[in-house]
């Protein structure tokens, strides 16, 4: 054990700020050096995405005290802006201590004079995007993980136009929270204080109603769906114990779907998840309760969304009559060609319309917006990059934003929000499944149509989990060694072109992103992930047929994960 965490964990243990009950379970991991180390080890990094990290007592935990001193950083951020009325939107997720983080953080805020305003109750992340905007607010925060597991949360903050902090504003925030150095700095005042002084007000279903409003407003097919459609079209839905529960329901009943099932076991808030391994949509696991539901109502697709409800996952029959569960490119292709063709169909497609999505997501829906005479435009990973140029094209009218979307289920029609939205997403995806059926096809049906039309894309995704001090050294070894020793060759085929993103690329930030274009058309791209601990490989090959992009996908993805795992 290093000295520092050693330090740290006394530290902790002797400062007077620090409650009773964090110290009994500090005391608890006495002489358990490796314990001490992975929690006292460093500071819980916030990074351009936030905080994230297992919930706990130490200093790489999520706890009150890490989530004060962020919130913190953030007020004084805020202040030396100098801008009147300063406020924040805050909203949550079903995780455990969720409620109590955003409540603590309305409480830090109003001690340093900035309005909170607090969601009763769980409430999707792209609700915040949408509520920051509409109030005018100067910065939002959810508190989520997200996807990942139920012993982790997290805490994201946004800007005043309602898109995550990219890394420019993020980086002065993070200056502001390394000048939090005791503790003692961390203003914080009571609930009835705040609200008797009007520092905190509460957001109600007047703000809700605003909000699905306004999602249901951005459907193609209300007129279809009311002619009958809606009423013969089954949808089973999963909200994964999260916040989209609510919404997605009530967005999905008031565009005129009438039969829509939720799956009882996974409808109420459960901060462990009781049901799954892990609440993610991007994951069969997590939809085999609904699809023994689907089987029971003959359900036309099915769709689930993560505790956040800012991704989405779709699944649909194959034509053996199977459910699968669609890639997050093939849900985004899909939707692209639903709403470019929609659009165009009744002439209302504007002549600089543009589709945003990431380096890592597949060329395929790039392919279908070009072909609709759209232009595409790619980001780095993270949506607040496709939410940035939206601000970007709204400001200088340069573009019309269509569609964004990433490879990782997120989703956004619609300039109402900055971030991806499941919500929406869920409402397209059932909207086209529904439009596809009335002319005898399924979504399935559609897929094989477009892969006919451009290509077999076939993308696949290898991470590989390393946890602590020495994950993060591995992983950097392994960029080092791909950044320092690049391949000529990979699978036999000829390594064309090296795009290393770290020092900045075709007009984008920095980031330590290495990506690798192959004679053949395929690539792969190495990215340690910004919220886990975790590398991700993402692979893309385009075939002739279904079985010759298996094949090529197989081949790639074997050759350069050899070498990546020689180096883990």
Known sequence: MTQTALERYQAWLGDSAIDASTKEELAAISGNTKEIEDRFYRELQFGTGGLRGVMGAGTNRMN?????????????????????????????????????FALDAALVLAANGVTAYLFHGLRPTPQLSYAVRVLGASSGIVVTASHNPPEYNGYKAYGSDGC?????????????????????????????????????????????????????SHGLNRDLLKSGLGDSFNVVFT??????????????????????????????????????????????????????????????????????????????????GEYVVLTGNQSGAIMVNYLLSTLKERGKLPSNGVVIKTIVTSEMG????RSYGAEVVNTLTGFKYIGEKMTQYEKTGEHTF?????????????????DKDAVIASLLICEAAAYYKSQGKTLYDVLLELYAKFGYYLEHLE???????????QI?????????????????????????????????????????????????????????PKIK????????SQADAASAVQRLTQAVMERVDNKA
């Open 463 to 473: 991470s590989r989990t390393l946890k602590g001090q020495d994950g993060v050294q």
């Open 402 to 418: 269509l569609f964004g979307y990433e490879e990782s289920y997120g989703y956004l029609a619609g300039t109402y929000a900055r």
């Open 164 to 216: 995550q902090l990219v890394p420019e504003d993020a980086e002065q925030v993070i200056r502001s929270i390394q000048g939090v150095t005791s503790f003692d700095q961390i203003g914080r005042i009571s609930r009835e204080e705040a609200e008797a002084k009007g520092l905190l007000r509460w957001l109600g279903e007047a703000d809700d109603a605003a909000y699905i409003d306004t999602v249901v």
């Open 64 to 100: 009150i005290y890490t989530v004060g001193k962020a919130t913190q950083g953030l007020a004084t951020w805020i202040l030396g802006q100098k801008k009147d009325n300063p406020s924040v939107v805050i909203a949550h997720d079903s995780r455990n201590n969720s409620p109590e």
């Open 239 to 320: 909200p994964l114990h999260g916040s989209g529960n609510w919404p997605v329901r009530h967005v999905l009943k008031q565009a005129g779907f009438n039969q829509v099932h939720v799956v009882p076991e996974q409808e109420k808030p459960d901060g462990y998840f009781s049901t799954v391994k892990s609440p993610n949509p991007e994951e069969r696991e997590a939809f085999t309760l609904a699809i023994k539901l689907a089987q029971e109502v003959g359900a036309d697709i099915i769709i689930g969304t993560d505790p956040d409800c800012d991704r989405m996952g779709a699944v649909v029959r194959n034509n053996e």
């Open 366 to 369: 790039a392919d279908i917006a």
């Open 537 to 544: 490989v993402y692979f893309a090959v385009c075939g002739s």
């Open 476 to 532: 950097a070894g392994i960029m080092d060694d791909w950044r320092q020793s690049p391949p000529t060759e990979i699978a036999g085929v000829h390594v064309t072109k090296v795009l290393d993103y770290l020092p900045g690329l075709d007009g984008l930030p920095p980031e330590n992103v290495l990506k690798y274009m192959l004679a053949d058309g395929s690539w792969f791209c190495l990215r340690p992930s910004g919220t886990e």
